[in-house]
């Protein structure tokens, strides 16, 4: 069986009063996922936003990473083939 997609992701990152906000959308063209991340500054360290930025951007990563494990394993769950361990981390 041969088959070829192009998936895209894309990271959007915020930031307002010390918050960092980060979006990740994973798109094919039909539809889309999207994860969510944020990471806060101390108020006693010192401002670094590229810190921010990496810390809130890869937790939406992460978020939609275990979305995306989550739906491969509702629609192996469909076909009848249930993974053999519950997971309760990805990566």
Known sequence: MNHAEEWKV????????????ARAVLGDGKTQMVG??????????????AIGDELAASR?????AGQLM?????????AGAVPDLPRTTYG
């Open 10 to 21: 894309g990271v959007y990152l915020t930031e307002e009063d010390g918050v960092t906000k």
């Open 70 to 78: 989550h739906a491969a394993d509702r629609d192996l769950a469909a």
């Open 36 to 49: 969510r991340g944020k990471a806060r500054c101390n108020p006693q360290d010192v401002e670094i936003p």
């Open 60 to 64: 939406a990563m992460r978020d939609l």
